[in-house]
């Protein structure tokens, strides 16, 4: 039973999968407008929670430094032109030095780190880790919950959510600590943990698909984040 409940959520993500391809692409296309807008080089990247073939849409070779969690690292063959190293940690504690890298990238992570002194130990390692960063979560008010895939999932009443919740655990147990650790964080939270950031709201159909938060100067000259260097081809 527990075999064809997992079959029927890889299914679902089947059938969400080019969905989801084609928002990174776009996504990915207005990070290399920002990354061009961007002030001085960028060479060395810290991807926090990341995978290599996020970065095959970017043509400018980096040094790419893939942190995840103990096990949840792949080194995957990529065709792309960056050079990547892997190392395991934990993304709210994080060993390296005050600005290691010119860039910190993290892509839909922040949400599943954990509760919320955890969120915000990620964040400040985001801004303490690199000159510059870059940070995509998703929205709560998209119609379909990306990990869910229930309509609305942030609307529904605790009392039911966790209802659902204590039902999945019974037939999906792994699936369902992964969709109960799921934490979103609103406009004005998102503000508050990254102060410096401009923010910008991925648009799908008009609904609010997911929020990216980024700084454009180097946060070791002091200049506040701007939001120049995006042209008209960035719809958000």
Request: one cysteine or more.
């Amino acid at each position: 039973m527990k075999s064809l409940s997992y079959l029927r959520i890889s299914l679902f993500y089947s059938l969400l999968r080019p969905f989801s391809e084609y928002t990174r692409k776009r996504r990915m296309h207005l990070f290399k407008e920002w990354l061009n807008a961007s002030t001085g080089e960028v060479l060395r990247v810290l991807d926090l929670g990341g995978c290599p073939e996020i970065w095959d849409f970017v043509e400018r070779p980096m040094d790419i430094t893939i942190l995840n969690i103990p096990g949840e690292n792949s080194e995957r063959r990529s065709s792309s032109c960056h050079r990547f190293t892997y190392v395991e940690g934990d993304g709210c504690d994080v060993a390296f030095d005050d600005q290691s890298f010119d860039l910190v990238f993290t892509n839909s992570v922040i949400e599943h780190v954990g509760n919320e002194k955890r969120q915000e130990a990620f964040a400040r390692e985001v801004r303490r880790l690199g000159r510059r960063y870059w940070v995509q979560t998703p929205s709560k008010y998209f119609p379909i919950e990306a990990h869910s895939g229930m309509p609305f999932w942030w609307f529904y009443p605790a009392s039911w959510r966790q209802t659902l919740i204590e039902r999945w655990r019974k037939k999906l147990p792994a699936w369902t600590e992964y969709i109960e650790g799921t934490r979103v964080l609103d406009v004005q939270r998102l503000k508050r943990l990254f102060p410096e950031a401009t923010l910008k709201t991925e648009r799908i159909f008009g609904f609010p698909k997911s929020y990216m938060l980024y700084t454009v100067s180097s946060l070791d000259g002091g200049v506040a984040a701007s939001s120049q260097g995006l042209g008209s081809k960035a719809r958000f």
